[in-house]
């Protein structure tokens, strides 16, 4: 059987999703498959960043993003904790509002917002599917690809009949993850370090987690220990289920046994409980970015295209800053407005932004693994408490960096970008923490509240828009 489309997505996280709805939404038609069924055993990211919000208005889905199951109530803190939470200290802490009290930045009509992926994921595939011009089509395994001077064509498994599909392609897009297959079939590498270090997520099922430890509630607790940080505790629906990471689990990739993944647990808290694993995750975290996003007519998005740490929670941000990039630029080409060099400055503009991405979520990192000063930490002594004072001041100062990000996910610009023209003004300092709103071109355009009550960006997005 073979199916004919112009675009041909591979992966439905919530980059490819995006990439679909965003086509969809200018009317491209494109087919988009995912191996799996869907299902989010282990929801990887948790915070939608402010730019992909003002991707979510534009779209119209904010209000679905506003009332996912999340509770808006549930406070954001992020609490550093010398020991176990129940026989240890609080040391410092980064407050933060909850979600329904925070207010947007001055720079944007939007905030971030507290939105796991087993939340996202199913706000965007609704989105997507709103369009009769996108197939989203689950159990659906990529195989190979050929590619011929106008097209692309794809060998494709239904993994529910066994049945072998060929798609006939326009163009292809790997949205497919961090192992990406279309990436391999085109020969694209990877550039950085391969393995920062070797971590180990846990979701278990705790009613009542909070009453354990007495501690005033939070979103996250980073736990050091003697050896610096060592683990962190997420509040991943803001009720029962949890996320436990063991930073660097082992010195090799390995899988760690249940009874190993307890101990750690049982470290953490201080004591015994009862509590129900849902899933065990290995996972490296790298700092690779491809060295090229782009051969010849198939394109790689999202973490096929780089792979960083968590810490700042640039990744599927990133991945759909790609996305939305790619996007109208598939479609100006399609249209025939646009051509192959508009579709190459998708390389000229995203692969810096995804470089300038890795490294700062690797430095956060850094901040938070250094282990300086940490040798009397839990003792129970005067020694200790002057030692957790200091390593809570040091602490706190380092870890405010990872916590005020919107330069990173507002500030990035299109510097080398053939289709913009300079302007001889001089470029705002890229400071990860701090914004200023600038018209320079190759920048985010920016926001002002107008008389009706839109903002200046609500006029973005469709078609050119003149800005004087």
Same mark, same amino acid.
């Given at each position: 059987?073979?199916?004919?489309? $112009?675009?041909?997505?591979?992966?439905?996280?919530?980059?490819?999703?995006?990439?679909?709805?965003?086509?969809?939404?200018?009317?491209?038609?494109?087919?988009?498959?995912?191996?799996?069924? =869907?299902?989010?055993?282990?929801?990887?990211?948790?915070?939608? =960043?402010?730019?992909?919000?003002?991707?979510?208005? /534009?779209?119209?889905?904010?209000? @679905?993003?506003?009332?996912?199951?999340?509770?808006?109530?549930?406070?954001? &803190?992020?609490?550093?904790?010398?020991?176990?939470?129940?026989?240890?200290?609080?040391?410092? /802490?980064?407050?933060?509002?909850?979600?329904?009290?925070?207010?947007?930045?001055?720079?944007?009509?939007?905030?971030?917002?507290?939105?796991?992926?087993?939340?996202?994921?199913?706000?965007?595939?609704?989105?997507?599917?709103?369009?009769?011009?996108?197939?989203?089509?689950?159990?659906?395994?990529?195989?190979?690809?050929?590619?011929?001077?106008?097209?692309?064509?794809?060998?494709?498994?239904?993994?529910?009949?066994?049945?072998?599909?060929?798609?006939? !392609?326009?163009?292809?897009?790997?949205?497919?993850?961090?192992?990406?297959?279309?990436?391999?079939?085109?020969?694209?590498?990877?550039?950085?370090?391969?393995?920062?270090?070797?971590?180990?997520?846990?979701?278990?099922?705790?009613?009542?987690?909070?009453?354990?430890?007495?501690?005033?509630?939070?979103?996250?607790?980073?736990?050091? =220990?003697?050896?610096?940080?060592?683990?962190?505790?997420?509040?991943?629906?803001?009720? @029962?289920?949890?996320?436990?990471?063991?930073?660097?689990?082992? @010195?090799?990739?390995?899988?760690?046994?249940?009874?190993?993944?307890?101990?750690?647990? !049982?470290?953490?808290?201080?004591?015994?409980?009862?509590?129900?694993?849902?899933?065990?995750?290995?996972?490296?975290?790298?700092?690779?970015?491809?060295?090229?996003?782009?051969?010849?007519?198939?394109?790689?998005?999202?973490? !096929?295209?780089?792979?960083?740490? $968590?810490?700042?929670?640039?990744?599927?941000?990133?991945?759909?800053?790609?996305? #939305?990039?790619?996007?109208?630029?598939?479609?100006?080409?399609?249209?025939?407005?646009?051509?192959?060099?508009?579709?190459?400055?998708?390389?000229?503009?995203?692969? $810096?932004?995804?470089?300038?991405?890795?490294?700062?979520?690797?430095?956060?990192?850094?901040?938070?693994?250094?282990?300086?000063?940490?040798?009397?930490?839990?003792?129970?002594?005067?020694?200790?408490?002057?030692?957790?004072?200091?390593?809570?001041?040091?602490?706190?100062?380092?870890?405010?960096?990872?916590?005020?990000?919107?330069? #990173?996910?507002? =500030?990035?610009?299109?510097?080398?970008?053939?289709?913009?023209?300079?302007?001889?003004?001089?470029?705002?300092? &890229?400071?990860?923490?701090?914004?200023?709103?600038?018209?320079?071109?190759?920048?985010?355009?920016?926001?002002?509240?107008?008389?009706?009550?839109?903002?200046?960006?609500?006029?973005?997005?469709?078609?050119?828009?003149?800005? #004087?």
């Amino acid at each position: 059987m073979t199916i004919q489309t $112009p675009i041909l997505i591979v992966g439905a996280g919530p980059v490819g999703l995006a990439l679909a709805g965003d086509l969809g939404w200018r009317g491209i038609p494109c087919v988009i498959i995912e191996q799996s069924d =869907g299902s989010i055993y282990q929801p990887r990211m948790d915070m939608v =960043g402010v730019r992909t919000m003002e991707f979510c208005r /534009r779209w119209g889905i904010v209000g @679905d993003v506003e009332q996912s199951p999340y509770p808006r109530d549930y406070p954001q &803190d992020n609490i550093y904790m010398a020991g176990s939470l129940v026989k240890g200290w609080e040391i410092g /802490r980064y407050p933060n509002p909850p979600m329904g009290e925070e207010e947007p930045p001055p720079q944007s009509p939007q905030k971030r917002e507290r939105c796991p992926q087993n939340m996202f994921d199913p706000i965007l595939q609704k989105f997507a599917r709103s369009f009769e011009t996108v197939d989203l089509r689950y159990r659906h395994r990529f195989e190979s690809l050929s590619q011929i001077d106008d097209g692309v064509t794809a060998m494709v498994t239904d993994l529910e009949t066994d049945e072998t599909l060929n798609i006939d !392609a326009r163009y292809v897009v790997g949205c497919d993850g961090a192992g990406s297959a279309v990436r391999s079939a085109v020969g694209i590498g990877m550039e950085g370090n391969p393995a920062l270090t070797y971590t180990t997520n846990v979701i278990f099922r705790c009613d009542g987690f909070e009453a354990l430890h007495g501690i005033p509630l939070g979103y996250r607790f980073i736990l050091l =220990g003697t050896e610096g940080t060592w683990a962190t505790i997420v509040a991943i629906n803001g009720r @029962d289920q949890w996320r436990f990471s063991i930073v660097r689990s082992s @010195d090799i990739p390995r899988e760690l046994t249940e009874d190993e993944v307890r101990d750690a647990i !049982a470290r953490a808290v201080g004591i015994e409980f009862d509590y129900e694993i849902l899933s065990i995750l290995p996972w490296t975290r790298r700092e690779l970015v491809a060295d090229r996003y782009r051969e010849s007519r198939v394109f790689v998005c999202g973490d !096929a295209a780089h792979m960083m740490s $968590p810490t700042g929670g640039f990744g599927m941000n990133t991945g759909i800053g790609d996305a #939305v990039d790619l996007s109208w630029k598939l479609a100006a080409t399609l249209e025939g407005w646009g051509g192959d060099r508009l579709l190459h400055s998708y390389d000229s503009e995203r692969r $810096p932004v995804g470089a300038r991405n890795v490294a700062e979520a690797s430095g956060n990192l850094g901040r938070m693994l250094l282990g300086d000063n940490m040798d009397r930490l839990l003792d129970r002594t005067a020694a200790g408490e002057t030692a957790r004072h200091q390593v809570g001041l040091e602490f706190s100062e380092r870890m405010k960096r990872e916590w005020q990000t919107l330069g #990173v996910h507002l =500030g990035y610009r299109y510097e080398g970008s053939p289709v913009c023209v300079p302007d001889s003004t001089d470029a705002p300092p &890229d400071n990860p923490n701090l914004y200023a709103q600038t018209a320079r071109p190759g920048s985010r355009a920016p926001h002002v509240w107008l008389a009706d009550g839109s903002s200046t960006l609500d006029l973005f997005g469709t078609g050119f828009v003149l800005l #004087v």
